[in-house]
């Protein structure tokens, strides 16, 4: 098991930054690769960005690329994303995901963030 919990949620007007954390704790997070995803209200839950074990390849989705960075920092047991450049449409409840690196879903999530990001 993993248990996964976010923070680093918050308000902050268009243009401006945040980085939301991600704390794992049970198995081996080294070894497993992390998502971000998100949910705005009325619509389904999107991929944002995901970093593989190592974090020596990441991916985003294009309405992020540019503006968001994810990392992981293994020693810390932690991933970030780094949200820069913030938009109104980036408004949304920000989740954490792992699974193993052979996994095709993602099997544990934390409770999710909330980022409202204001005109």
């Known amino acids: 098991q993993v248990q996964l919990v976010e923070s680093g949620g918050g308000l902050v007007q268009a243009g401006g930054s945040l980085r939301l954390s991600c704390a794992a704790s049970?198995?081996?997070?080294?070894?497993?690769?992390m998502g971000w995803f998100r949910q705005a209200p009325g619509k389904e839950r999107e991929f944002v960005a995901t970093m593989n074990w190592s974090g020596g390849s990441a991916y985003y989705s294009d309405s992020v690329k540019g503006r968001f960075t994810i990392s992981r920092d293994n020693a810390k047991n932690t991933v970030y994303l780094q949200m820069n450049s913030l938009k109104p449409e980036d408004t949304a409840v920000y989740y954490c995901a792992a699974r193993d690196e052979y996994d095709r879903s993602y099997p544990y999530w934390g409770q999710g963030t909330q980022v409202t990001v204001s005109s």
């Open positions: 049970g198995r081996v997070f080294s070894t497993y690769r």
